[in-house]
């Protein structure tokens, strides 16, 4: 079967354009892999590409190098979120900036450099957080390209945009590519809210780190971050407790690095760095050039297809819509179809509550920590209902009320298959559970 | 006062800046980088390679020399960020070399804008340089001169497509390119050595272990796990002949001795230390056995002949292996996992196999002073070293570096890609699902066609498939590749299946039209991953950490697969 390739290069028309002479190519000729139905070589793909507007969340490491291809692929009007202000140690490689733009915004100093780089291109910065915008702001936009390093902030825009959707209108459907990376490796991904999984779908393939128990801590240390950790949850309380944590504060970092020192040496433990110290209390996580260049290029490669049709894409139902990379040992990648499951609480099929394992022994307290941990929660600030009673609340006023819960042990606050509603301030969602108990 | 802690001395502004990455592959790392001079011998729309350099700007590689004699066209502004409209006209090499000098003011760069034909027979051009790059297209017979440079000086030599949506990259290392730092998981590393324990971590067992059932809750719910494993393999070992727990059966049923000896009439009914100890069972009562990878090592002819001028690589390898062939096992590594104990347990713990590791690295070090005074070597390897090999002697890795494909031209070669002792393996990798051997001889078909077409039909500037007259490159260009398949059948000997073979070659025409639809083309952003990766590869190679590609990835941007091939 031969695919007919046409040349639209020669002619009249407003082809070539002399910048675009590359992308034209893809625009403008259909390939072995393209659909006649989806896309039309010419000047309606272009206008179409034109007409795009992206919003690109995270002017970080990941957020300069989107903001770079994307201007690059011949988006001409895109739009960038970034509360953060440079930092020196962005410099290694969010490229867009400068040592004389620290302390600067990140989505200014970055929407100006690539405006004036590439001529023709709008880019709107916005500094501050997406969840000062309400839908009517993210409804405007044809498609999101998210470059973020929490999790969080993920959820959230996740939740909205699946929120949006209104079955009656195409338009209210926004693709999410997504990427993330640390150190050597990453993941590039695609979602059309409702249509396929979403990143509450996929929450237990990014578990969080355990922490470490408050009373390894307290009494019995090992490590040198376990020295760490005690300074700066227990010492610091203790000493400083007027004092509000800063971890940017040279002071601050030094003042827990050395309390963790000399309680190391208390216990003979070896290894306690400044360097240590600092990662361990700001959650540092490695972050190169190269992986940020791999992850990101992967996003906005796939944003092109989407906008243009000049090949398939990632998350079509039931194709792939997941790519892993892992760099550290040789090149891998894994690309696969991530399954929507029923029972997401953010894009599931109804109110169908997720089993939850519970200890039955252990109190309330312990199975808040914990909420924070599972992969499948990760919820920090919970407000906890059964069917008939609050069990925790958010709200200072009725947290006194509540406190006595905190003591009492699972088993005595609720009954195995019973159903609990946990609200979360930072999710526009609620999560349900079915609670199990273990044995 | 001496109970103060000292001074703090923070960090210098260097670490500040690449505090993020230091994290990965520390300042030995850094150093290796800051001490390179990268060659980049830029070709085509040229993004691939200037991405690349991006990614080795930022983390401070020492210099650079960009090597292109092109002059800035309108295109380049469309897909090069380190262009601007006011270059239109001067020399690529030059430009995007003052752009990319902006990322950091710590690496410095340098053109030249001779044309590679003239430029590269100069006696001593490449001296300066610790790594090449080149991006295609290149003249077969150019890049055969830097294939020989790279085999004759073992310089690493990368050679990177990005065409369209596809892209392709090949190294070729050094023939013996050794790997000590290459960082392991942690999961995969722990070796306690529990089958094969020594007198004091026994002694240390048994004291911890004293009495173990008559003691108190807080106690009994603090031995360390190494203690209770050793502990309950000595009972095992009463009960079965002195046999240790061999096969998986026996394995299980140890675990079941270890979870029932829990205490559970407690409030969190069970105990965390034998939470640990159970599942470390399945992989800590394994027999210390090295990999092939290490054992290969010990076999290499280097390492059996090491003589006065060897690599001091391999006169540890050998030492190494005179230890291991005296004990039946590696030098203890000294690292012991976190575990519920309390503090001074868990310290004593350590400190056990610490001072195992300083006298096994103690005894490794005289084999080596041994053998470097039978060798008459002039200088001792460091002791550091030494120390960094015992410590990873288990996951060392040794890559074979080789030339990769360069498509043969001249009259006198009868193929013009030969698959050697690859081809075998290659052509049965040919008809995996998802094989992208088809797009890398799309790629090898790319490279012919371009040597054997000019712009003016007369031997001037390479012509790519696809950019004048799509329909017709598109046959020529899936004729050539597929001659290519075909010969590589024949030399693998492989017996194909017609119905195989004609999806094969289905999928090497479609490949073919979508880089013939390029027309040379470069996307932005397949440019950018590919740089990504290259460059990547370019540092685990500087830094001689992490295990590099060996020795070709192809990545297919339309499904969003790569593949890793060795050719
Ligand atoms: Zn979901």
Known sequence: ?439 | MADLPPPVQGPTAKEKKYDRQLRLWGATGQIALENSHILLINSGPGVVGVETLKNLVLPGIGNFTIQDSSIVSEADLGVNFFLEEEHLGGYRAEHTCNLLKELNPDVDGHVITEPLESWLPQEGALKPYTLIIATAPVQPELLAKLADHASAALIPLFYAHSVGFYSHFSIHLPPAYPIVDTHPSPETTQDLRLLRPWPELLQYAEAKTANIDSMSAEDHGHIPYVALLLHYLEEWKKDHNGKIPETYKEKTEFRSVVTQAARTNNPEGGEENFDEAVAAVLKSLNPPQPSSDVKEIFKATECVLVGEKSPSFWVIANAIGMFHQKHGVLPVPGAVPDMKARSVDYIELQNTYKSKARRDLAEVVENVRFLERNNKRQHPADEKDIEAFCKNAAHIKLVRGRPFHIVQLDASSKKVVTWGDRAKSIAQTLTLPDSLIPLYIAFLAWDEFTATHAKDGLGGAPQVPGEQDPESDAEKLTGIAFKMADDLIKEANAAIDEDEYATIKGQIRQFAQELVRAGGAELHNIGALTGGMVSQEVIKVITEQYVPVDNTCIFDGIKSKSMVIKV
């Open chain 1, 1 to 439: 079967m031969a695919v007919n390739i046409e040349s639209t290069d020669a002619g009249t028309d407003p082809l070539p354009r002399g910048r675009w002479k590359y992308l034209d190519k893809f625009i403008t000729r259909p390939g072995a892999f393209t659909d006649p139905d989806a896309f039309e070589p010419g000047q309606a793909a272009i206008e179409g590409l034109e007409r795009q507007k992206v919003l690109v969340i995270g002017a970080g490491g990941l957020g300069c190098e989107i903001l770079k291809n994307l201007a690059l692929s011949g988006f001409k009007d895109i739009h960038v979120i970034d509360m953060d202000t440079i930092d020196v140690s962005n410099l290694n490689r969010q490229f867009l900036f400068r040592a004389s733009d620290v302390g600067s915004y990140k989505a200014e100093v970055a929407a100006k450099f690539v405006e004036k780089r590439v001529k023709g291109v709008k880019i709107t910065p916005y500094c501050g957080k997406i969840q000062d915008k309400d839908e009517e702001y993210y409804m405007q936009f044809s498609m999101i390209v998210c470059g973020l390093d929490s999790i969080e902030a993920r959820r959230w825009i996740n939740a909205t945009l699946v929120g949006m959707v209104d079955g009656e209108n195409p338009d209210s459907m926004k693709p999410l590519v997504d990427g993330g990376t640390e150190g050597f490796k990453g993941q590039a991904r695609v979602i059309f809210p409702t249509m396929t999984s979403c990143i509450e779908c996929q929450l237990d393939m990014h578990a969080p780190r355990a922490a470490v128990p408050l009373c390894t801590l307290a009494t019995i240390p090992r490590q040198p971050q376990h020295c760490i950790e005690w300074a700066h949850i227990i010492a610091w309380e203790e000493h400083r407790k007027d004092i509000t944590l800063d971890t940017d504060d040279p002071e601050h970092i030094t003042w827990l690095y050395q309390k963790a020192l000399a309680r190391a040496k208390e216990f003979n433990i070896e290894g306690v760095t400044y360097s240590m110290t600092q990662g361990v209390v700001k959650n540092i996580i490695p972050a190169i050039a190269s992986t940020n260049a791999i992850v990101a290029a992967s996003c906005c490669n796939e944003a092109f297809k989407i906008a243009t049709n000049t090949n398939p894409f990632l998350g079509y139902p039931e194709q792939d819509n997941y790519m892993m990379y892992t760099g550290d040992e040789s090149v891998y990648t894994y690309t696969f179809e991530h399954q929507k499951k029923d029972d997401c609480p953010v894009c599931g099929s109804g109110n169908i509550a997720r089993p939850l394992q519970v200890n039955p022994n252990i109190t309330l307290q312990d199975f808040i920590d914990g909420l924070a941990e599972r992969p499948e929660a990760q919820l920090k600030y919970p407000a906890i209902r059964t069917g008939e009673k609050s069990l925790w609340m958010q709200l200072a006023s009725l947290q006194e009320q509540l406190r006595p819960n905190l003591d009492k042990r699972m088993v005595d606050l609720v009954e195995e298959g019973e159903e609990l509603t946990i609200t979360d301030k930072s999710f526009p969602t609620q999560f349900k559970y079915k609670v199990v108990f273990s044995k």
